[in-house]
């Protein structure tokens, strides 16, 4: 099927550079390889919307059958966030880092790592190695 599409001057020009830089043999292909990544991208994000949606279900399912953990009072909380701490250690002791647990302002969790100070949002990214 022969279709023509208008395009604007800057596409004309990045489908005319990709030609020329050998990325596409003609503009047909960079259209056509610009749909199917179009494609993959909407399968990818209903995958995605679809494995957010189950894990919702999950959650309100375990809260149904009575399986969360309540954290209303200062002391389940505390207990909380000491079991935090202990499998934020564990999980940077298996990756080889020295980190220790530490407790930041208002609450929050955070991590010393080497005794370097930063926020409380850094020190936990960088045990996932963010």
Known sequence: MTQQVELSGDQQAL?????????????????????????????????Q???????????FDDVDAGNYLDI???HAREEFWDAVRTELDARA????????????????????????ASTCESRIAGLHGH
Not at 53 to 59: N, P
Not at 98 to 110: E, H, I, P, V, Y
């Open 49 to 59: 919307h679809a494995a957010l949606q189950e894990a919702v279900r999950a959650g």
């Open 15 to 47: 489908i005319s550079s990709l030609i020329a830089e050998g990325v596409y043999r003609s503009a047909a292909e960079a259209v056509a390889d610009g749909l199917r990544r179009i494609e993959k991208e909407r399968r990818d994000h209903a995958d």
């Open 93 to 116: 002791a298996k990756r080889g880092h020295g980190t220790q647990a530490s407790r930041c302002s208002r609450g929050r969790l955070g991590v010393t790592t080497l005794g370097a």
């Open 72 to 74: 209303s009072t200062p």
